[in-house]
T-cell receptor, first 110, second 113 residues
Framework: RKEVEQDPGPFNVPEGATVAFNCTYSNSASQSFFWYRQDCRKEPKLLMSVYSSGNEDGRFTAQLNRASQYISLLIRDSKLSDSATYLCVVKLNGGFKTIFGAGTRLFVKA | EAGVTQSPTHLIKTRGQQATLRCSPISGHTSVYWYQQALGLGLQFLLWYDEGEERNRGNFPPRFSGRQFPNYSSELNVNALELEDSALYLC????????????FGQGTRLTVV
């Protein structure tokens, strides 16, 4: 089983739609959580950290469920510019290894 | 503050040759990660170095190797290149602390012909 698993997609949604990505992690020692965004042929960049209480940044909401070992990213009112690959990232306690999921591709269409 | 830098940006090699890719982490970051991303595919974890030691290795053959230097910069070496090794190779660095994110370089695009 992979340490971090994501649905590779692609998710094809119309502009204005709400889309949600889930990510599961296998190591209960996972301590820190992030979502990254990767545009085509570019390097991944941090989108937002994920806090235990959940957090929101504009149209983006991230949530953590430690009991079920998954994190989620919700994008409301999708824009064409949201088209990208979204990567789930966990950082382990002890050693602080950072583990990236393979990513979920999102295409937002007009 | 300078970001993660990788060199070269592009590299073209022939089958059977060796490739060396370089990565300089952000100042203060001791961890360096290497990933392979083939065209249209997701990130595949290659190697993790921290404090000069190899901490973890992904599911890649031994011809993929690397090292981390005392200044925390890193090299990735790929021996006996195969056509399937053509990919974007990304390096990321981070601090060994909780709640600190990793930062990526712009990658080295390796083409094997």
């Amino acid at each position: 089983r992979k340490e971090v698993e994501q649905d590779p997609g692609p998710f094809n949604v119309p502009e204005g739609a709400t889309v949600a990505f889930n990510c599961t992690y296998s190591n209960s020692a996972s301590q820190s959580f992030f979502w990254y965004r990767q545009d085509c042929r570019k390097e991944p960049k941090l989108l937002m950290s994920v806090y235990s209480s959940g957090n929101e940044d504009g149209r983006f909401t991230a949530q953590l469920n430690r009991a079920s070992q998954y994190i989620s990213l919700l994008i409301r009112d999708s824009k064409l510019s949201d088209s990208a690959t979204y990567l789930c990232v966990v950082k382990l306690n002890g050693g602080f290894k950072t583990i990236f999921g393979a990513g979920t591709r999102l295409f937002v269409k007009a | 503050e300078a970001g993660v830098t990788q060199s070269p940006t592009h590299l073209i090699k022939t089958r059977g040759q060796q490739a060396t890719l370089r990565c300089s982490p952000i100042s203060g970051h001791t961890s360096v990660y290497w990933y392979q991303q083939a065209l249209g595919l997701g990130l595949q974890f290659l190697l993790w170095y921290d404090e000069g030691e190899e901490r973890n290795r992904g599911n890649f053959p031994p011809r993929f190797s690397g090292r981390q230097f005392p200044n925390y910069s890193s090299e990735l070496n790929v021996n006996a290149l195969e056509l399937e090794d053509s990919a974007l190779y990304l390096c990321a660095s981070s601090r060994t602390q909780q709640n600190t994110e990793a930062f990526f370089g712009q990658g080295t695009r390796l083409t094997v012909v």
